[in-house]
């Protein structure tokens, strides 16, 4: 059951579901044009404190069974390996090559579901939308780091000789939100999970619950700092992958897949229909051939444009995806 009635317009879906998410944004977004704010501190936090409580706590208090989080884990899986295949095959049809083809797979596979994904499916699904998302954003973390470092670093090894393959494995071991995932499972394979009401468990929620809105402000000071304008003609392929193909490819996935809970695979296919994610940046930065595009434009300039193009496009489109998950008809 959505937190929709049946009757619930695209506007009031705007309202409930991305209004609020927006504004959390827009205030990120005013404040990195305003003052020169480092994000990265604020990343750090995330990354290493909050995001790990919220998915810990999401994933040990969740009423889905065991069975659905392994098909949610199949599902994430599966769409991803099949978006990074359908956008390799079209970049290359639109004669794109290396190095800008990788960092167009990157963006073009991996959705933002963290920083703009929680929150929307939290607004849009309720609980239920929360923890899939999570589970989503957990699984998702493990293939960026492997599938996503291989494509941004192909061909390129790091400083000290070490393959790109082996720089996911070692970043993965680094990654607080793996731990919070294994010991939240290992709680509830115990059964030592404490009840919600008590100091702990309140604790963990207040600090998992300020990761929402501190990943929006971060999304919104990145998203200040990105260049659209020069740009803009080299991310359509991108956008057109994101907007229209990728929620296409995940409805296939839950079809098959076969979710026993609506909401779940509403939440599967809404998280996998977000923008494109700001981690791909970090990866082409790190790991990417410095040489360029082939064109004015850098490979970093291009990822910038890429999130924010899919960003400002996901308003509209998320609000009748929304629409039409909630009305039943998409899955």
Do not use: C
Not at 115 to 126: E, K, L, T
Request: glycine letters at 10%; aromatic letters at 8%.
């Amino acid at each position: 059951m959505t937190r929709f009635g049946t009757r619930m317009s695209l506007f009031s879906i705007f309202v409930s579901a991305l209004l609020p998410i927006l504004a959390i944004g827009a205030v990120g977004f005013v404040l990195g044009r305003v003052r020169d704010v480092d994000p990265e501190p604020l990343n750090t936090v995330t990354v290493y404190v909050l995001a790990p409580v919220l998915v810990f706590y999401s994933l040990a208090t969740t009423e889905l069974a065991g069975e659905t989080l392994a098909t949610i884990t199949a599902g994430v899986v599966v769409y991803h390996v099949a978006m990074l295949l359908v956008a390799g095959g079209v970049a290359r049809l639109a004669g794109i090559s290396e190095p800008l083809l990788g960092a167009l797979v990157l963006v073009a596979a991996f959705p933002n579901s963290g920083n703009y994904g929680i929150p929307v499916s939290s607004f849009a699904f309720g609980d239920t939308g929360r923890s899939t998302a999570v589970v989503y954003l957990a699984v998702q973390s493990v293939l960026i780091y492997t599938l996503g470092v291989y494509i941004a670093g192909r061909g390129t090894d790091r400083d000290d000789g070490a393959p790109g393959w082996r720089v996911g494995l070692e970043r993965i071991v680094r990654i607080p939100l793996v731990y919070a995932v294994v010991a939240a499972l290992a709680a509830r394979w115990l059964g030592v999970v404490p009840p919600t009401g008590v100091p702990a468990m309140e604790t963990l929620r207040l600090v998992g619950d300020s990761s929402i809105p501190m990943m929006l402000l971060i999304l919104g000071i990145q998203l200040a700092g990105a260049d659209l304008g020069s740009t803009l003609s080299e991310v359509g392929v991108v956008a057109a992958l994101k907007i229209v193909v990728a929620p296409a490819v995940a409805v296939g996935v839950a079809l098959v897949a076969g979710f026993g809970d609506p909401t779940v695979a509403r939440t599967f296919v809404l998280e996998s229909a977000m923008p494109a994610a700001v981690t791909p940046l970090i990866l082409v930065a790190e790991f990417g051939d410095a040489s360029g595009t082939g064109s004015a434009t850098s490979l970093a300039e291009f990822v910038s444009a890429a999130v924010f193009a899919t960003t400002l496009l996901s308003v509209p489109a998320l609000s009748v995806l929304i629409y039409l998950l909630n009305h039943g008809f998409v899955v």
